[in-house]
Nanobody
């Protein structure tokens, strides 16, 4: 089973940008749809972006991040990215990437069964 490791989190001022990376253990990641989730303190985990398996023809964005975040994958590097721009304090959360074998971008959260450990993102006002 593929293993996923997130990186790129940190402390940024509102209006700034961050790029999160989800590095996979091997190239089998190409058969996984990858989703980015976040969980803020006291809130439920939410799926905010996803990209379909293979070359990633399909993408999904939650309304809360649409137009500000971009998900992409570089299969040559076994890595999926989440470029985050125009960050807001309400984007503060732990961010996780997860895999869903042969999944589509519109699959529900329950389909994801391979998880990374998460990376913390804090946006100061």
């Amino acid at each position: 089973q593929v293993r996923l490791v997130e990186s790129g989190g940190g402390l940024v001022q509102a209006g700034g940008s961050l790029r999160l990376s989800c590095a996979a253990s091997d190239r089998t990641v190409t058969v996984y749809a990858i989703g980015w989730f976040r969980q803020a303190p006291g809130k439920e985990r939410e799926l905010i972006a996803a990209i379909s398996w293979g070359i990633g023809r399909e993408t999904y964005y939650a309304e809360s991040v649409k137009g500000r975040f971009t998900i992409s994958r570089d299969n040559a590097k076994n890595t999926v990215y989440l470029q985050m721009s125009s960050l807001k304090p309400e984007d503060t959360a732990d961010y996780y990437c997860a895999g869903n074998q042969f999944g589509g971008a519109s699959d529900t959260s329950a389909k994801y069964d391979v998880w990374g450990q998460g990376t913390q993102v804090t946006i100061s006002s």
